[in-house]
């Protein structure tokens, strides 16, 4: 398990997503935070492809080096106002896809985990 920072900002494109809690015992998001937790956004075939999920996280070159970035195992569903309504606010997204893109962005040091919460977590560090 990586060690949990002392703060993180949420980075998403989801607009009007319920601001969970942050993983890692945290107890609230912070905008000037280092480490960055990404909150993806899609419909279930969108949220399976690599290729597709890169796009909603940061490239690690355009970060500091070694800045930590994770990406959470459940997403903001995308679609309509009645999609939003009827169906789960959130996805899962499995593991290989969020770790493929963090691989093709660059980062290195990637790892997965379940932390304390139940947070399906996957991470990489800027190079």
Known sequence: MMP???????W???????????PLGLTGWSPDAEA???LLEGSRAALSDASL???????ARTLAPSTPVIVLGSAAR??????????PRRLKIARAPRCGALLALGYVDI????????SDLVWGHAP
């Not at 309509?80 to 169906?87: F, I, K, P, Q």
């Open 4 to 10: 949990a920072p002392r703060a993180a900002r949420l």
């Open 111 to 118: 790892g997965a985990a379940i932390d304390s919460s139940g």
């Open 78 to 87: 995308n679609g309509g106002v009645w999609r939003r309504l009827l169906a």
């Open 53 to 59: 999920l890169t796009p909603q996280i940061p490239g």
């Open 36 to 38: 960055i937790v990404v």
């Open 12 to 22: 998403t494109r989801a607009h009007g997503a319920v601001r969970d809690r942050p």
